[in-house]
């Protein structure tokens, strides 16, 4: 069986809001613990996401509480899950579940450069440096042109990441912001979780041209399961519903452009409720497994997405 491993979920978040366990197989969580091991999976990313209505010393501690929960599970599984802090926990994935937090959106430093540094020592090894909206950084993809770029904070904010090692991600960020990133950035970036802007036309998701950049720099693309990125107008009605076979899809289109070594998954599950027919939760994998092979992928290249890409990404940034 393909081992799995994905850039992106917001499990924690829902476990940390709701108090859904991922440990009970009858929590209404997408991810959890036995699917995981069903699913043959060695690392998760999981989104430390701050809603939009939090700024400054309040996103810090939403960040926090996010943080205590996913820390909380992870000591009451040693054998089950542990966290991955530096790239030689990734490149020796052992019988635990690699777990790494991951700002998506960097509105919990409140602008403080200060701050990285303690989220980096409760395991942080990404940030995503913008959400939709506008934060100390940039202006995210749902914010109305003209759009701001990358703020005097935001320059300082990558330098630092890099030079601790932690991973630059690109997913929500738009243009200019993004390219100003692609001009400084020394390391290689990613984006996390996105669909292709060829297939479907949002500033969400990625262009040819940023998919290209992200590539050309040794970074990583994860394609997200999210419904709304994969299918236009996915939500109108009359639309056919989306199946596997569109991520499938939006996958073999960066593999195209990206070259089969630096595309891979960021789910996003447990981080919209309406999803692929036959992709409803992590139970639901092999469906997009078939629907790849479907599409003439072969073992060497279903294994590299499934789960070697990602993990020689992070071994590349982590430290
Ligand atoms: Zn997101």
Redesign the pocket.
């Known amino acids: 069986m393909l081992a799995y491993a994905d850039a992106?979920a917001d499990t924690f978040y829902e476990a940390a809001l709701k108090g859904h366990d991922p440990a009970r197989d009858d929590s209404p969580l997408h991810i959890n613990l036995s699917r995981m091991q069903a699913a043959g999976q060695t690392l998760q990313v999981c989104?430390i996401?701050t809603p939009a209505r939090y700024s400054k010393a309040e996103a810090t501690a939403f960040a926090h509480g996010i943080i205590d929960c996913l820390d909380r599970h992870v000591a009451a599984h040693p054998g089950t899950l542990g966290k991955a802090l530096r790239a030689a926990d990734i490149a020796a994935k052992g019988p635990r579940i690699a777990l790494i937090p991951w700002l998506?959106g960097a509105s919990p430093l409140a602008g403080r450069l200060e701050l990285l540094d303690e989220f980096f020592a409760r395991g942080v090894r990404g940030i995503?440096l913008t959400?939709n909206h506008r934060n100390e950084v940039a202006d995210g993809c749902g914010c109305k042109e003209p759009r701001l770029g990358l703020s005097e904070f935001g320059h300082r904010l990558v330098e630092k990441m890099e030079a601790l090692g932690v991973a630059v991600d690109c997913?929500?960020l738009p243009q200019p912001a993004f390219s100003q990133v692609m001009a400084l950035v020394k390391r290689p970036p990613c984006i996390s979780?996105t669909g292709c802007r060829a297939l479907v036309h949002i500033t969400r998701n990625a262009d040819d041209a940023m998919l290209r950049a992200i590539a050309d720099r040794g970074g990583f693309v994860g394609i997200d399961f999210y419904p709304g990125h994969l299918i236009e107008n996915a939500f109108a009605p009359g639309t056919r519903a989306a199946s596997a076979d569109d991520v499938a899809a939006h996958v073999t289109h960066a593999l195209n452009l990206c070259g089969e070594e630096h595309v891979g998954f960021g789910s996003?599950f447990d981080?919209f409720e309406d999803t692929c027919t036959d992709l409803r939760h992590l139970g639901d994998l092999r469906n997009l497994e078939a629907a790849l092979r479907a599409r003439g992928l072969r073992d060497h290249t279903l294994e590299r997405v499934f789960s070697r890409n990602l993990l020689a990404y992070l071994g590349r940034v982590l430290l």
Do not use: V
């Open positions: 992106h989104s996401f998506e995503g959400h997913a929500h979780h996003d981080g």
